[in-house]
């Protein structure tokens, strides 16, 4: 009997030895690896209206600062510029906290390596909640405008090489989403961006088969479904990461809420590693 509880007690230990071990990987995992990797998502869509093919890049949610370094700037400018994109659009949250990190981050180069990012039909950007927090809203515009991002706050611009409707939302927990939003033009294509994506719960009258491309989720930063979706922020409106339907309709508007590419709060990522989007609107 003696040595029937010796042997079970020796299981347990090693049980929680190893359980030990790969809480301590997986930390190190989430710390050190994971928010420094970089992939690649791919979509394509059946754009109704659209005129020609056209390839959007879509990033969000750099958070540069204590956490992440401008350094990586450039393996993202290098990674979207081999997409060959015709359309590259910034989500929003260029930066974590600009008041707390402002004298470490080298903005001159985030500036050159956002800059050296080409797209022959224009890059966009629209604002985040910690675009306008943390001391940031004084630049942010201007900044993004120094390297070739028109920044949309409630408007839209018609593309008309690709008869694409571009509208791109003020931020909805801290900007000013509200008042005479642009209308939807008929018979080309909506493609709306906006940071938070519960905006898109906001939005009358969105059209069938538009596209609403969002960040601000992090896909949860740790992406095991039943803890991420206990610590969304709010704005998330109960969307994670990935592709979900509007509605119950056939052919229902669609949301493609990126998880982003930095970390706030906690510079942790597990199982949802920082991804840029590329997406390939093609005409029906």
Known sequence: MKYKQTKR???WIW???WIVLAALLAGLY?????PNLLV????SFQAQGIAADCRVVFFTDTHFGEDKSVDSAKQLADHINRLEPDLVIFGGDLLDNYARDREQLDLELLRQQLSNIEAPGGKYAVWGNHDWGGGAARIYQK???SCGFRVL????????????????????????LGGQLPAFAEGVFPLLVAHEPYTAQLLSGIPERALMLSGHTHGGQVGIP?????ILPPGSGGFVRGLYALDDAEHSAQIYV????????????LLSPPEIVCIDLQPE
């Open 40 to 43: 690649v998502r791919r979509l």
């Open 153 to 176: 706050k409630n408007e839209s611009l018609l593309l008309e090489e690709y008869q694409l409707q571009l509208l791109g939302y003020d931020d909805y927990l801290t900007g000013e």
């Open 30 to 34: 989430a710390r050190f690896v994971e």
């Open 15 to 17: 049980v929680l030895f």
């Open 258 to 269: 990126s998880s982003g590419i930095g970390t706030t709060r906690l510079p942790l990522r």
């Open 226 to 230: 039943w803890i991420a979706r206990r």
């Open 9 to 11: 007690k020796r299981r």
């Open 143 to 145: 900044f993004m405008e």
